[in-house]
């Protein structure tokens, strides 16, 4: 046999794996794609459309005040994450020097703690020293943590070939290093810091372990979901779980749009 | 420049000082409660060693540690397995699709733990997908894939593949092909290229990936506590409780120091094959 032809047999292997592993990690959520529309939940086929599950998940009170309460965590996460991320990131590309490998390895490392893990000890902490019991705030920092990690590789991996006499030269050119950062290192790095932010908002909106052991009674939209998990899986679940998923496709969607964009311009 | 250090300290330090505060601090806090006793839902700020005594001696804790040991090193091991050709065959043969087949893999990543195992549980659950096609053909469904460690290792890897995939192509993207081509042209069959080029030069991104499923797989709670059915109980699992119904949250706390000491454990054994400038993580490797 020529390697020409073995080449080719193993090409398609390997295609054929792919396909299979694919199919393995979206089947269940087409899966519950047709059963959230379905008015026989459990074998939905042949498909239907039918929107009862959705309806009555809308006028769920319990899922409406999760839902802004897991809004508020994520958004306040992922802002915060990604600052602090953004931080680190020029800090050991620009300014690590000989210690850039320790300061990566130090913010690489919540990675390497589990977030049950996170949860947990943040609540020893709180309750040893405050007696608290945890609240918004406390969820908020813990969940910063855990995304702060992957903030700072997502950035790190999309800056890296970034060219820094740009801000010099702007700021040769007369800008303040304020200017610079607004209208020459913001602008060219924003696909990063976007994928940064959408990554640690959909991390910490669907994250159950951390959040669950840092804001007691308050719901959140995980929270609530595990809850009714423990009665049987609903459709309003199954509803619930589509959405998110469809929000999460469409931010990853966009982001993709915006750095096929970004290269067209370059 | 004055100016130039003030700014970097305040770019390092600020995040550093924000993971000393929140990360190092807590765990610290972990160690102090494990050494603490609870009686009555109370704790008593004693030094004992009773909560390590009670962990090394009682039958059911090593029960659930050994069968999570073996869970996250199964789960581990199956997912480079798998992860390998699925991100060779991303960088060799993806071309201008590239970005879309990776950012696939981090969809499902993206969609959390609990709305996965939700759709997970309408594959497999005894009304599930699987079961109810068997039933339709004829056949007795499979109590094989129903609560059951069966069902909390496919959960496993549902879970983590997209992460192990996700860093193994990291590393394969930022390796040199020629090399590979080089071996090739001085007379190494696929199999030499590959056991004595293309892996060991990889082999730094993959024990990364390898410690990004353990990690979790050996303090997993949520996925025993849905899929494992009666004998699934996992360490993690038994933590939560701890630290929930039971209300002992020294004993807890002191399993969580079990469970960090075994995962740190695990890194440094492993730590010895990683150079993290050729992880392809943080792209330092083509500075």
């Given amino acids: 046999m020529s390697p020409h032809v073995s080449d080719a047999i193993a090409k398609w292997l390997l295609a054929a794996f792919v396909i299979l592993v694919f199919a393995f990690l979206y089947m269940p959520i087409v899966h519950i794609l047709f059963a959230s529309l379905s008015s026989r939940p459990n074998f939905p086929y042949p498909p239907e459309f039918n929107f009862a599950s959705y309806v009555r998940l809308s006028n769920n009170t319990v899922y409406q005040s999760a839902f802004l309460n897991s809004l508020l965590l994520a958004s306040c996460t992922a802002v915060l994450s990604t600052v602090l991320g953004f931080l680190a990131t020029i800090g050991v590309l620009r300014f690590g020097g000989r210690r850039a ?102 991390l910490s909106l669907n994250g159950l372990d951390i959040s669950f052991y840092l804001l007691g009674a308050t719901p959140t939209m995980p929270s609530v979901a595990w809850g009714a998990l423990r009665y049987g899986v609903k459709p309003e679940l199954y509803a619930l779980s589509t959405l998110i998923n469809l929000v999460v496709f469409g931010l990853v969607l966009g982001l993709l749009v915006s750095i096929r964009l970004k290269r067209k311009d370059a | 420049m004055p100016n130039v250090s003030l700014r970097q300290r305040l770019l390092l330090y600020v995040p550093s000082g924000f993971l000393l505060f929140f990360f190092v601090f807590p765990l610290i806090a972990l160690v102090v409660l494990s050494f603490w006793q609870t009686e009555n839902y109370k704790i008593v700020r004693e030094l004992t060693l009773n909560n390590y005594v009670t962990l090394a001696t009682e039958g059911a804790y090593i029960t659930f540690f050994l069968r999570s040991l073996m869970m996250a090193v199964g789960v581990s091991v199956t997912l480079v397995v798998m992860a390998w050709p699925i ?197 330092m490797g083509r500075q």
């Fill in chain 1, 101 to 202: 490998l320790f300061y990566a390895i130090l913010f690489a490392a919540p990675l390497f703690v589990s977030e049950i893990m996170l949860g947990i000890s943040s609540m020893a902490l709180y309750y040893l020293l405050f007696e608290l019991q945890g609240n918004m705030v406390t969820a908020i920092i813990a969940n910063a943590v855990h995304c702060f990690s992957f903030c700072f590789l997502i950035m790190a991996a999309m800056l890296y070939k970034y060219d820094w006499r740009m801000n010099e030269a702007a700021i040769v050119c007369g800008a303040s290093p304020v200017r610079s950062f607004l209208e020459i290192m913001l602008p060219i790095t924003w696909p990063a810091i976007m994928g940064s932010l959408i990554t640690a908002f959909v």
């Fill in chain 2, 87 to 283: 991100a060779y065959f991303i960088v060799r043969y993806g071309g201008r699709y590239r970005i879309i087949l990776s950012l696939l893999l981090v969809i499902p990543f993206l969609s959390g733990e609990v709305l996965r195992l939700i759709a997970l549980q309408g594959m497999l659950g005894p009304a599930g997908l699987v079961n109810g096609m068997l039933v339709r053909m004829g056949a007795a469904p499979l109590r094989l894939i129903m609560y059951s460690n069966v069902a909390s290792f496919i959960a496993f890897i549902y879970l983590y593949l997209p992460l192990v995939v996700t860093t193994v192509y990291l590393s394969l993207i930022n390796f040199d092909f020629r090399l590979a081509h080089a071996a090739n042209a001085c007379g190494a069959n696929r199999f030499r290229v590959f056991t004595e080029v293309v892996w060991p030069l990889n082999l730094s991104g993959t024990l990364v990936g390898f410690m990004l499923a353990f990690i979790p797989t050996l303090s997993a709670s949520l996925v025993p506590r849905f899929l494992g059915g009666p004998n699934g109980t996992l360490y993690g699992m038994s933590m939560s409780q701890q630290f929930g119904e039971s209300g002992t949250w020294a004993l807890g706390a002191a399993m969580g120091v079990v469970l960090f000491l075994f995962s740190a454990l695990a890194l440094a054994i492993l730590s010895f094959g990683v150079d993290l400038r050729r992880t392809g993580f943080t792209g």
